[in-house]
Every structure is written in structure tokens, then in C-alpha cells.
């Protein structure tokens, strides 16, 4: 091959691979869309069926992640063998169908099926498109490409509130659903024609195993890795703090600041979009920057974060005016996004290549049962349990009460970081 010819191949790759991820982005921004617009709807849905905070806490909570969490490890099993690209195409267009069915709910029964719809769906996005990600982007690049792709929650989220607040306002929160969810079946189909399939192992020249090890396998493989159990460890906690804050901000805000649901969705989605997403993408950016130099640092980024956070995040729910609320979250949600990028970038890197879509789906499943799961229901418990006592408050101190968990995240990627270059180094010796 001449000089000419391997030019223009290195710019094929190039632009097929930034292709790929732009529109996994797009595919993660409407995952979190149809996620989470949900928060900014509750007080609506609340006064029209008649639920309790803790019913809300489950529907936005485990009636999502008990099935997103379980079923994503068989799709990555597939994911593994099959077509990733494939998988995340159908996996779109269910969860879209289940969103904008969500608007045709009467009852709790029936949100809450149409919620287990929606988090089916969903279980068939990351899994692949981690695995995908990997195989475009070497291990140098790869958290920093993990990062962009996670800017979709962020979008995601920003936009869910802008449009859920808007519709909210002018409709009613059944259209909000209708309007979200139904453009999904197009970027499905766009997904399936246009995004191209890589070779496994073609970012680091590695020949991939001819059988993928079994999910057995790939469990105690993993085990092994100290620096993957604390990994998966602070990343479930993170996200339980992160879940619940996020589900529950716009209806602390409506109770105890009295602002509606077309200005929440403008502010907090602001918030939710900026800062979030310049958390998650420096995140990434300066773990690849610090661990080049010093691997424990692939981690240590998201510890020394975790813990800057937690005094703006007090100060946020005790302050009196709203509009100074909200100026200084923005400086938590920064900085609570920096673990997500490097979370998924080395526990892609801890595991061999056929492994990669099972362990992306294991921590995932660790993450929501305890983030998703269990932190905004345990919110909205605690909430009812405070209400005698503090009336609307009552969710702005178990805000603050579930938000000091932010040692306890950092003291796991901390410890996580000390054991990161030995775990990764026999990762090496075993392919």
C-alpha cells in the first residue's frame, strides 16, 4: 500500500469510527430523554392518579431498573456473539414504543408496565455500544470517548426537562410522552442503515478469542479484580445519590420553592446539560490525561471530585431563594459526573474482548439495582417518613441527608485506584 492509499484509509477510520460515536450519542441522549422525563411529570401525575412519593420513587426507580438492570446481562451475552449495532436499532424502538404508551397510562398498574417496557428497551443500549466504543477507541482514548458518549445523559436529561416542562404546561404530561417517545423509530432505523459493525479487538490489534467465554466466566474473571469491585462499588453508590437527586430536584423544587414546571425544565435543564455535560467529558479527558502518567489516577480523578462536591451540595438545600439554588448545584453536577466516563473505560479495559459487553452489562446491573433502583424510592421513602415532621421540606432533608454519601463513593474509587495498574497489567498477560 502507498503512501496515498494508507492516508486515505487512517481517514476512513477516523471518520467512520467519530461517526459512530456521534450517533451513539444521539442514541444515549434519547435513552436518557425517555429515562428521565418522568422526574419533571411526577407532581402532575401524582395529583392526577392519586400516588404516594413512595409509589413515584418506584416507578421512577425499580418499576425501571429491575428489568433494565437484569435483562441488559442476556442482551450482552448476545451482544458478545451477535450484532451490536443491530441490537441497539431494536432495543431503541421498544423503548420508544413504551414511552409513548406511557402517556396512555390510567392508573399506577399501568405506568408502572409501561416503565418495565421502557427499562427493556433500554437494557439493549449501553452494553453494546460500550463494547462498540472499545473497539473504535484504544485504551489511551477510551475514557475520554466513553466520556462523550455519556454527555447523552446530560442531553438527555436537559432536553427531557425542556420539552416535559413545556408540554407539561401547555398539554398536559400524557403528550409529553407522545412527544418524546415517538421519534425514537426514526433514529432506530437510521441506526440500523447507516452505523458499521467493527471487527472485535481492531483498536488494539488484539486477535479476538473464536468462543466468547461464558457469563460464569466473565463473573469470576472479574472477581479477581480488587480494582473492579471498587469500581462497581463507587459507581453504585455515585449513581444512587445521582439518581435520586436528579429524579427528585424538580419536585423538591416545586414544593419547597414554589416554581413551575416550564422554569424548572428551563433552569434545571440548563444545569442538567452545561455543567453535566462538561462533567462527564472532563471526566474522561483528564482521567486519560493523569492516568497516562499515573494509572491510579484513571480513578483518583472521580475520588477527589466526589469529595469537592459535597459542601455545594448543602449549601444548595438550605439556601432560601431558588434562583441561588440553582446557580450553585450546577457546581456538584459537574463535579458528580466525573466517575461516569472512567467507571466504563476501565472496566472495558479490565476484560478480555469477548468479555466486553457481559462486564459492561454486570456493572450496569450493580450501578442501577442499587443507583437507579433503589436511590430515588429510598428518597421518596424517606420523604414520607419526614413529612409529619417538616411538612413540603420534607424532601429537601432527605436530599441532604442521602447526599453525604459522597465520602463513601470516594473513599471506593480511591481505593479502587491503588490496585487499577496491577489489574490491568494481568488483563494483558491473560489474552
Known amino acids: 500500500m502507498n503512501d496515498s492509499d494508507s492516508r486515505a484509509s487512517h481517514t476512513s477510520v477516523y471518520a467512520v469510527r467519530h461517526y459512530a460515536l456521534c450517533i451513539l450519542v444521539v442514541v444515549y441522549t434519547f435513552n436518557f430523554i425517555d429515562r428521565q422525563i418522568l422526574s419533571i411529570l411526577m407532581e402532575s401525575i401524582k395529583l392526577e392518579l392519586g400516588l404516594s412519593d413512595q409509589a413515584l420513587?418506584?416507578?421512577?426507580?425499580?418499576?425501571?431498573?429491575?428489568?433494565?438492570?437484569?435483562?441488559?446481562i442476556p442482551i450482552a451475552l448476545w451482544a458478545d456473539r451477535g450484532n451490536r449495532r443491530n441490537i441497539i436499532s431494536l432495543a431503541l424502538a421498544l423503548w420508544s414504543v413504551m414511552t409513548a404508551l406511557s402517556g396512555l397510562a390510567q392508573n399506577f398498574t399501568h405506568l408502572a408496565l409501561a416503565r418495565i417496557g421502557v427499562g427493556v428497551g433500554e437494557a439493549g443500549c449501553s452494553p453494546p455500544a460500550h463494547s462498540l466504543i472499545s473497539d473504535y477507541y484504544p485504551p489511551e482514548q477510551r475514557a475520554t470517548a466513553l466520556g462523550i458518549y455519556s454527555i447523552g445523559i446530560p442531553l438527555g436529561v436537559m432536553f427531557g426537562l425542556f420539552v416535559g416542562g413545556w408540554v407539561n404546561e401547555?398539554?398536559?404530561?400524557?403528550?409529553?410522552?407522545?412527544?418524546?417517545?415517538?421519534?425514537?423509530?426514526?433514529?432506530?432505523?437510521?441506526?440500523?442503515?447507516?452505523?458499521?459493525?467493527?471487527?472485535?479487538?481492531?483498536?488494539?490489534?488484539?486477535?479476538?478469542?473464536?468462543?466468547?467465554?461464558?457469563?460464569?466466566?466473565?463473573?469470576?474473571?472479574?472477581?479477581r479484580r480488587r480494582a473492579f469491585l471498587h469500581i462497581a462499588l463507587g459507581g453504585a453508590l455515585a449513581a444512587f445519590v445521582g439518581y435520586g437527586v436528579v429524579s427528585w430536584f424538580p419536585t423538591?423544587?416545586?414544593?419547597?420553592?414554589?416554581?413551575?414546571?416550564?422554569?424548572?425544565?428551563?433552569?434545571?435543564?440548563?444545569?442538567?446539560?452545561?455543567?453535566?455535560?462538561?462533567?462527564?467529558?472532563?471526566?474522561?479527558?483528564?482521567?486519560?490525561?493523569?492516568g497516562a502518567v499515573d494509572p491510579r489516577w484513571y480513578l483518583w480523578t472521580a475520588a477527589a471530585a466526589s469529595i469537592l462536591a459535597l459542601p455545594f451540595g448543602f449549601i444548595t438545600y438550605i439556601?432560601?431563594?431558588?434562583?441561588?439554588?440553582?446557580?450553585?448545584?450546577?457546581?456538584?453536577?459537574?463535579?458528580?459526573?466525573?466517575?461516569?466516563?472512567?467507571?466504563?473505560?476501565?472496566?472495558?479495559?479490565?476484560?478480555?474482548?469477548?468479555?466486553?459487553?457481559?462486564?459492561?452489562?454486570?456493572?450496569l446491573f450493580i450501578i442501577n439495582i442499587i443507583g437507579l433502583g433503589a436511590g430515588p424510592w429510598a428518597i421518596g421513602i424517606l420523604s414520607d417518613l419526614l413529612r409529619p415532621h417538616y411538612g413540603p421540606d420534607s424532601l429537601r432533608?432527605?436530599?441532604?441527608?442521602?447526599?453525604?454519601?459522597?465520602?463513601?463513593?470516594?473513599?471506593?474509587?480511591?481505593?479502587?485506584?491503588?490496585?487499577l495498574a496491577a489489574d490491568l497489567a494481568r488483563v494483558e498477560n491473560s489474552s
Open 319 to 363: 439556601l432560601s431563594n431558588p434562583y441561588w439554588a440553582l446557580a450553585v448545584f450546577s457546581i456538584p453536577i459537574l463535579l458528580s459526573n466525573f466517575w461516569q466516563a472512567t467507571v466504563f473505560a476501565q472496566t472495558q479495559s479490565l476484560v478480555r474482548l469477548r468479555m466486553r459487553g457481559v462486564a459492561s452489562a454486570i456493572l
Open 170 to 223: 401547555a398539554y398536559g404530561w400524557r403528550y409529553a410522552f407522545f412527544v418524546v417517545g415517538i421519534p425514537g423509530l426514526l433514529l432506530a432505523a437510521l441506526v440500523r442503515f447507516t452505523l458499521h459493525e467493527p471487527l472485535r479487538g481492531l483498536s488494539e490489534n488484539r486477535s479476538v478469542e473464536n468462543t466468547a467465554p461464558s457469563f460464569a466466566e466473565t463473573i469470576k474473571f472479574l472477581l
Open 57 to 72: 420513587g418506584f416507578l421512577v426507580g425499580f418499576a425501571f431498573a429491575a428489568f433494565y438492570a437484569v435483562l441488559g
Open 397 to 419: 432533608w432527605s436530599l441532604m441527608i442521602f447526599g453525604s454519601l459522597g465520602l463513601w463513593v470516594a473513599y471506593h474509587f480511591f481505593a479502587g485506584g491503588k490496585y
Open 252 to 290: 423538591f423544587l416545586i414544593r419547597s420553592h414554589a416554581m413551575k414546571t416550564t422554569e424548572i425544565g428551563l433552569w434545571f435543564g440548563l444545569i442538567m446539560g452545561i455543567p453535566g455535560g462538561a462533567g462527564i467529558f472532563l471526566g474522561g479527558y483528564l482521567a486519560d490525561k493523569f
